[in-house]
């Protein structure tokens, strides 16, 4: 998709990860 600000490349040789963190603005309260 050329409307992207990146994109993933397919992996050429062994293995990849993707990893996600999230940040909260507010503290959270549960």
């Known amino acids: 998709?050329?409307?992207?600000?990146?994109?993933?490349m397919k992996?050429?040789?062994?293995v990849k990860?993707?990893?996600t963190k999230w940040y909260?603005?507010?503290e959270?309260?549960?």
Not at 1 to 8: I, K, M, R, V
Not at 11 to 14: E, P, S, W
């Open 24 to 26: 909260r603005e507010n």
């Open 1 to 8: 998709n050329h409307a992207t600000l990146h994109h993933g």
């Open 11 to 14: 992996v050429r040789k062994g």
């Open 17 to 19: 990860y993707v990893i």
């Open 28 to 30: 959270w309260r549960g």
